[in-house]
């Protein structure tokens, strides 16, 4: 069995010369696991078969194999995405305020790293990836712990990333993979608070409550995504249909992906028809309220059925949307407050007051006005990547890049001062 008191003194000898970096040195890191992993593309999607053939093998839902599969395409994106993050501004160092005190002492607050990411997380390989970098890029080392269905992709990926860090003459160990699969190493994972910083899981609502209820250091919770679009009277209804085709179908099985829309009564007639036989199209299905559902019954090659008493409450991730529709905007945001996740949410609208009404009331990570929900993440919002998306309030919230990986520290500097 791996003992993580280990990993945990490595990742914690490894953060300090990795905290104390340099940019280019960083950087030249990210460069060279990019460079890694095109060189092993083979490997790595021979070791993604054996994952996606066990998946299946396990009766994995489409949308899970589609978080899992890797291809060609997929590992040159990762790719772009290291080299992205390799491009952006170091934040480590960064002072961002600073003042000359009445008593002559001067402060400043200067970014510096969290220390130690333990990172868990379900069958999206490229997280391992996307974490190692944004880890290394901000001076912070890793544990992670990736789901048993994709063992074997994490771990030929794993061995890319320190290839590259020892190509850069940085620390193996600063990124570090717990390779078994027996879910009790969660748990123990969440009791190295003497090595771990802070925990970051991605995954179901029952990995975030797991982590919530055991972990002895902070938790950084989110990724849950019941995502809606709200399309007012004023609103262009044919540009509406693209956005929700886009934010529903682009990639279904993500927690930025549309689950509802909630259409003003105004518009219903006219907008509800055309996105059923749109998106029936792409192989969408549809859950709807009793006023939406005669609109979309009937249709050609429409499949439509009332929404049952948890449909509106279900982050879908895959062709599913519901559809509800509502009075006015007041109506909407009840709606959302009521079933929203905090992730992202929308008002699709030609007026801006209404635009202003619902970015102020819609308290969620993400708020978005015509456009599609899928825009959060991180490498969509120039942040090159993104380590996790936070719906929580603290210390971090929406996707997390560079800059949400770092804290800070005062330096303060006098002339042999003492306090009265």
Same mark, same amino acid.
């Given at each position: 069995?791996?003992?993580?008191?280990?990993?945990?003194?490595?990742?914690?000898?490894?953060?300090?010369?990795?905290?104390?970096?340099?940019?280019?040195?960083?950087?030249?890191?990210?460069?060279?696991?990019?460079?890694?992993?095109l060189e092993n593309t083979g490997d790595v999607l021979a070791a993604n078969a054996l994952?996606? $053939? +066990?998946?299946?093998?396990?009766? !994995?839902?489409?949308?899970? =194999?589609?978080?899992?599969?890797? @291809?060609?395409?997929?590992?040159?994106?990762m790719a772009a995405d290291l080299r992205a993050v390799a491009a952006l501004a170091d934040p480590v160092g960064e002072v961002f305020e600073e003042a000359d005190l009445e008593n002559g002492l001067h402060y400043r607050k200067v970014r510096v790293a969290v220390g130690v990411l333990?990172?868990?997380? $379900? +069958?999206?390989?490229?997280?391992? !990836?996307?974490?190692?970098? =944004?880890?290394?890029?901000?001076? @912070?080392c890793a544990i992670l712990r990736g789901g048993s269905e994709t063992i074997h992709s994490n771990r030929a990926l794993a061995r890319v990333v320190q290839a590259g860090l020892r190509a850069a003459e940085l620390p193996g160990e600063a990124v570090q993979m717990i390779e078994e699969t027996d879910r009790k190493l969660v748990l123990e994972l969440l009791q190295l608070d003497e090595y771990v910083d802070l925990i970051i899981p991605r995954g179901g609502a029952g990995l975030h409550d797991f982590c919530r209820k055991n972990a002895r250091m902070p938790v950084i919770t989110g990724g849950i995504g019941i995502c809606h679009l709200y399309i007012d009277e004023s609103a262009d209804?044919?540009?509406?249909?693209?956005?929700?085709?886009?934010?529903?179908v682009q990639r279904p099985s993500v927690c930025n992906a549309l689950d509802t829309i909630l259409v003003h009564r105004e518009v219903a007639a006219r907008l509800l028809p055309a996105v059923a036989q749109r998106l029936a199209q792409d192989g969408v299905s549809f859950r709807a309220d009793p006023e939406a559902l005669p609109l979309m019954a009937g249709l050609p090659g429409v499949a439509v059925q009332a929404a049952g008493p948890r449909d509106f409450d279900t982050e879908w991730l895959s062709l599913v949307l519901g559809v509800k529709v509502v009075g006015g905007l007041d109506e909407a945001i009840g709606h959302i407050a009521a079933h929203s996740t905090g992730h992202s949410d929308g008002i699709l609208t030609g007026d801006a007051e209404a635009a202003r009404a619902f970015t102020a009331r819609v308290d969620s990570a993400a708020v978005y006005v015509n456009a599609s929900t899928r825009?959060?993440?991180?490498?969509?919002?120039?942040?090159?990547?993104?380590?996790?998306?936070?719906t929580q309030r603290l210390h971090a919230r929406g996707p997390m890049g560079l800059r949400e990986l770092t804290s800070y520290k005062w330096v303060i500097e006098g002339n042999y001062h003492v306090r009265p």
């Open positions: 069995m791996v003992e993580l008191t280990e990993l945990g003194k490595q990742a914690r000898a490894a953060s300090r010369a990795l905290a104390l970096a340099s940019s280019e040195r960083k950087n030249r890191a990210l460069l060279a696991i990019a460079d890694c992993l994952d996606l $053939e +066990a998946g299946r093998q396990a009766g !994995l839902s489409e949308a899970l =194999l589609d978080r899992l599969m890797l @291809n060609e395409k997929r590992v040159r994106g333990g990172v868990i997380y $379900e +069958a999206r390989p490229n997280v391992t !990836l996307d974490v190692s970098g =944004l880890a290394i890029k901000s001076g @912070n209804l044919d540009a509406a249909v693209r956005v929700i085709q886009n934010a529903k825009f959060t993440d991180g490498s969509q919002l120039g942040l090159g990547a993104e380590v996790a998306i936070s």
